[in-house]
C-alpha cells in the first residue's frame, strides 16, 4: 500500500481521496496541527496544492518528513514559502504540475470533457519504468466543483503507481 501525505485544502483532500480510494492508496493530510504526529512516518509521495505556514520549529519535522519521501509533488502555479524556509538535502525525485510552462507537467489544453496534459520530461515510476514525454488526455466530468489540479493530482498518482 502507498502512503501519500498532502498539503491541500479539506475538500481537495476529500476530493482526490474519493477517485483513488479504489486503489491501494492511503492519503493523509500534514497540515499544522498534524504535522508533530507525522514526523516518523514515511511517505511515498509529498503532494502540495497550497503553502503551509508553519513555526520556526515545525519546519524542521516539514524537512524530516520531505526528505523521507520518495517523491516531492508541487503546485508550481502557487507561490510556495515553506521551500524558502527548508532545504531539502537528499536527491527527491521532483514533480511539478500546473499551467507554467516549465513545469515536469503542464496543461496544454481545456474542454469541457477533458483536459490535454504534456509531460515535459520523462518520469521514472516507482516499478522503476519511465514514462516519456507525451501528452495525454485526461477524462473529466461536467459539473460545478471540479478542479482541474485536483484532477492533475489523481492523474500523477495514478501515472506514478501504474493504475
Known sequence: MSLIGIVANKKDIQAI?????VYNCDIIEINKQSIN????????????????????????????IIS????????????MDIFNKIKIEKPIKLITFGFNSKATITISSI???KIIVCLQRDIQRFDNKIIETQEKEIKINKGK???????????????????
Open 111 to 113: 474542454k469541457e470533457e
Open 68 to 79: 523521507k519521501a520518495q517523491y516531492l509533488i508541487i503546485n508550481v502555479d502557487i507561490g
Open 37 to 64: 504526529n507525522l514526523k516518523n512516518i514515511q511517505f511515498d509521495e509529498i503532494i502540495f496544492l497550497k503553502d503551509i505556514i508553519l513555526q520556526d520549529s515545525e519546519y524542521k519535522f516539514m524537512k524530516n
Open 145 to 163: 466543483g471540479k478542479k482541474i489540479y485536483n484532477e492533475l493530482v489523481v492523474f500523477i498518482i495514478k501515472e506514478l503507481h501504474n493504475l
Open 17 to 21: 481521496k474519493k477517485k483513488i480510494s
